[in-house]
């Protein structure tokens, strides 16, 4: 009888064949064969035969992305038949990555959704693996989360995704238009001819895609009461051209604005005529409105005041030499403001000598506008022409905690400081001051020599514990500097400050770079040096290294050439997340072994091991504070005239 006769069966032959066969095949094949023979196996089959089975055809270097759905979903499958849900969601998603319309990853991932027949409800597939939250827990831990990690959580099939959603949509941006670029590029070749076009193409799409997104916004407040309920801080950005009109968008503001019961802010950019329209219908909807920023993008004349008298932060800019000061507006909040940001070329730091309550007594502190006494933050660009104004404000504003002064010098302050710096830190001058910026801009040509001025400067914030972010800027010019007494002396206060998260500083040539950097605290978490030198600067960075703080998220290097900047911040900075250079940010990362070089491209560069990625434009002007905290560089920026967190 031959090995073949029909009467015998030996069932190492048929491994044999089995081995025979699958060792002629690729790798890819031999992992299908595998998993199919996997699937033959009962669910009460061996988990761990499934899971080695898995692990050595994901571990294939060319599996096919069909064989990885198959091996992720058999091992899904083998652990929900054990009762073991660790990891299954994740591998569920790795599978819709993969294949975004697998059914059954779709069917298991999404389980417990109305059927598309109004049929019941499958069960819904519950995670258990650790004590079970109440709502007000998560969202007491999800309000710490940054905005970004927030919408990450939006993915999660948790109830949580929830409760990210409504802390998300408690901003919300409505852009009607867009703004065109800060820095345009002449098109003098055919490169920067098609640059231009594509400039144009992406402009009108982006367009397209906000006025789709405002009116799908607009449309959800107004119908969806839940929704509408949500939102406290709403941004409305108009950049429209001359020939634009925006009757539209008002006619659904109108109806949209009554919708937002919980509105507490508004930030407004825009046209004057459509600003003016805007406030009418705020003024109708939300009188009880408690923070807003204004800022109209075209001459802004006197601002017609609306009856909003609950205000307590207001925050008002203009670039127009002519606008006046919104004094009607202040004065109508006067008893209830807390914070106040004031950006006018032409004005002056609110004082007695500004009259802008007309029925302000002369002289004494009733006679300025704002009630100094109660206000915690103030923020001034614009003149310096009155020192008494000043003085007014170091004297009575024992509440604030924040001080911003970016001035025009039109005389000699030094004086208002040094007497604030007499009183002492703690128990008197501004005692809970927690953030004070000095910039002076410029001086005009008929002020005396004020070289006392930083001196005092150092001398008011001296030995200040609880003072958190500090920057103090000199005019760029040698001649500037000694005239207000700016030198190596003035970084001699930051080692009695050691609370300093973010500093700001002007680089004096008198400056030692081997020991300034030895002079700021070491818990500083965001370092700008202003004026950096040019001439040399990767010789700079190398004798700032040694003393640089290693907690450094964030630096910023206002005059750094752009071409330089991967090796002056692998030579100086290794350790920051973010870095700027004049207007632009770069996220600084580590690279991967995969990794190659970019080059000086518009979007990365690499020098010595580190990789700088250029952020765009829109995320700088619109979405820095939420990249920088995403970064854990928080401590880097100031609240814009956008935000809403002065209170």
């Known amino acids: 009888m031959g090995p073949y006769s029909a009467g015998v069966f030996n069932p190492r032959m048929l491994d044999a064949s089995i081995r025979d066969i699958v060792a002629r095949l690729g790798d890819d094949q031999k992992a299908e064969v595998l998993l199919y023979a996997a699937r033959l196996m009962g669910p009460d089959s061996s988990r761990s035969l499934v899971e080695n089975a898995v692990q050595s055809c994901l571990q294939i270097p060319a599996l096919s992305p069909t064989n990885q759905a198959k091996a992720r979903l058999l091992r899904v499958k083998a652990r929900l038949a054990a009762g073991v849900h660790q990891g299954v969601h994740q591998e569920l998603q790795a599978i819709l990555a993969l294949d975004p319309d697998h059914p059954d990853a ?36 999800l309000s710490h989360l940054p905005r970004r990690d927030l919408k990450s959580v939006l993915a999660v099939q948790h109830g949580i995704s929830r409760i990210a959603g409504r802390l998300l949509f408690r901003e919300l941006d409505l852009h009607f238009g867009v703004l065109p670029p800060r820095f345009a590029r002449p098109a003098s ?66 109806n949209a604005l009554p919708k937002l019961v919980n509105l507490q802010n508004l930030c407004c950019q825009a046209r004057y005529a459509d600003m003016v329209a805007i406030l009418a219908i705020l003024q ?51 008893d209830s403001l807390r914070a106040a940001r004031l ?91 927690r953030r ?104 700079f960075v190398q004798q700032l290294r040694g003393g640089v703080p290693p907690t450094l998220k964030f630096v910023e290097l206002d005059t750094a050439p752009s071409a330089m900047l991967p090796r002056i911040v692998q030579e100086g900075f290794p350790m920051v997340n973010v870095v700027c250079a004049g207007d632009t940010y770069w996220s600084v990362k580590q690279p991967k072994a995969e990794d190659v070089p970019v080059g000086d491209s518009a979007d990365g560069k690499e020098g010595n091991g580190l990789v700088l990625e250029r952020w765009s434009e829109r995320r700088v002007r619109y979405y820095a504070r939420e990249w920088l905290e995403w970064y854990g560089c928080e401590d880097a920026r100031w609240p814009g005239f956008e935000d809403f967190d002065d209170v």
């Open 106 to 141: 779709k069917a298991l991932l999404f389980r417990g959704r109305p059927q598309p027949n109004g049929g019941p409800c499958q069960q819904t597939l519950q995670f258990h693996s650790g004590p079970r939250f109440s709502t007000e827990i998560w969202r007491e831990i």
């Open 189 to 254: 070749d055919e490169d920067d001819k098609e640059r231009k076009v594509d400039e144009v193409r992406e402009t009108a799409e982006l367009e397209r895609w906000h006025a789709k997104r405002c009116a799908d916004v607009l449309t959800r407040v107004i119908v969806d009461p839940e929704f509408a309920r949500v939102v406290k801080t709403l941004r409305i950005i108009a950049p429209l051209k001359e020939d634009s009109i925006m009757t539209f968008q008002t006619g659904m503001l109108a």
């Open 284 to 334: 109708a909807s939300t009188p009880k409105i408690q923070g807003l920023s204004l800022t109209p993008i075209d001459f802004a004349e006197a601002i017609h005041a609306p009856n909003l008298r609950h205000l307590t932060q207001l925050a008002y800019q203009t670039t127009d030499p002519r606008a006046p000061p919104p004094g009607a507006l202040i004065a109508q909040n006067r």
């Open 343 to 433: 950006h006018g070329p032409s004005w002056s730091i609110p004082g007695p000598a500004l009259p802008l309550l007309p029925d302000a007594k002369d002289g004494g502190v009733d006679a300025y506008p704002f009630r100094l006494g109660q206000l915690t933050s103030l923020r001034f660009d614009g003149f310096a022409r009155d020192a008494g104004a000043l003085a007014a404000v170091l004297e009575h504003g024992r509440a604030l905690e924040t001080l911003a002064l970016e001035l025009h010098l039109d005389c000699a302050l030094s004086g208002a400081f040094r007497k604030a710096a007499a009183q002492g830190g703690r128990a008197g001058a501004l005692p809970r001051l």
């Open 436 to 539: 004070f910026a000095f910039a002076v801009t410029a001086v005009s040509g008929n002020v005396p020599a004020d070289p006392a001025l930083f001196p005092a400067l150092c001398d008011f914030v001296r030995n200040r514990q609880g003072l958190r972010w500090l920057r103090l800027r000199a005019p760029g010019s040698l001649s500037g500097q000694r005239k207000l007494g700016y030198d190596a002396a003035v970084w001699g206060v930051l080692p009695s400050l050691p609370g300093l998260r973010g500093l700001g500083m002007t680089m004096p040539e008198s400056v030692a770079p081997q020991l300034a950097m030895w002079l700021i605290p070491r818990g500083l978490r965001a370092l700008s040096l202003w004026d950096f030198p040019t001439g040399d600067p990767v010789g």
